[in-house]
């Protein structure tokens, strides 16, 4: 089955870029309707999106991160990528990659039905 | 932005009760609202979307339901596996700026 697996640096300086890969095995990144996003948590905290990416490179962010996120996609590798500038410990918290799948019932419905693991990314000099 | 507001906060309850938790929203949503239990060190899972719609897998202990801004989730005979926390996740807004609940941490009485 189709599992979600981010990599990346675990510890980013402040005022630094830190930069998340989510790689998706199991399925093709390109196959179906899905968006890919990004959704972050700091300890003990609620869950906040990050934004999100279609397979043809069409993306939306969280206007609160706008400025300082990118979202991209390789599919040649199954991958996206997100790419957060000029962190702060603000920016602490375990960063969560999802797939954003849908169901027509009288409207389109979307949610987040499969998360990888999530990894914790410090940023602390 | 749309504003998501769960209650309670916290809530203690034993197995086999009847247990709900509540989010209103900020505006109305239609029913373009998810549900997620998420246990410690654990990812989010997803439980309900469109707001009574149970996801594949789910047990059918596990509902939802919709009244105007107020949305409900309803753990029918709470059972040892259930203690978590669950989250609300509204998908209405266009362009998309998602946004979750503050969280209801389920513990056992």
């Known amino acids: 089955q189709v599992q979600l697996q981010e990599s990346g640096p675990g510890l980013v300086k402040p005022s630094q870029t830190l930069s998340l890969t989510c790689t998706v095995s199991g399925g093709s990144i390109s196959s179906g309707s899905y968006y890919w996003s990004w959704i972050r948590q700091p300890a003990g905290k609620g869950l906040e999106w990050i934004g999100r990416?279609?397979?043809?490179?069409?993306?939306n962010y969280n206007p609160s991160l706008k400025s300082r996120v990118t979202i991209s996609v390789d599919t040649s590798k199954n991958q996206f990528s997100l790419k957060l500038s000029s962190v702060t410990a603000a920016d602490t918290a375990v960063y969560y990659c999802?797939?954003?799948?849908?169901?027509?019932?009288?409207?389109?419905?979307?949610?987040?039905?499969?998360w990888g693991r999530g990894t914790l990314v410090t940023v602390s000099s | 932005d749309i504003q998501l507001t769960q209650s309670p906060s916290s809530l203690s309850a034993s197995v086999g009760d009847r247990v709900t938790i509540t989010c209103r929203a900020s505006q109305s949503i239609s029913s373009y609202l998810n549900w997620y239990q998420q246990k410690p060190g654990k990812a989010p899972k997803l439980l309900i979307y469109a707001a009574a719609r149970l996801q594949s897998g789910v047990p059918s202990r596990f509902s939802g339901s919709a009244s105007g801004t107020d949305f409900t989730l309803t753990i029918s005979s709470l059972q040892p596996e259930d203690f978590a926390t669950y989250y609300c996740?509204?998908?209405?807004?266009?362009?998309?700026?998602?946004?979750f609940g503050q969280g209801t941490k389920l513990e056992i009485k």
């Open positions: 996740q509204q998908s209405y807004s266009t362009p998309p700026a998602y946004t």
């Open positions: 999802a797939r954003g799948g849908s169901q027509l019932l009288d409207l389109v419905y979307w949610y987040f039905d499969l």
């Open positions: 990416i279609y397979t043809s490179g069409s993306t």
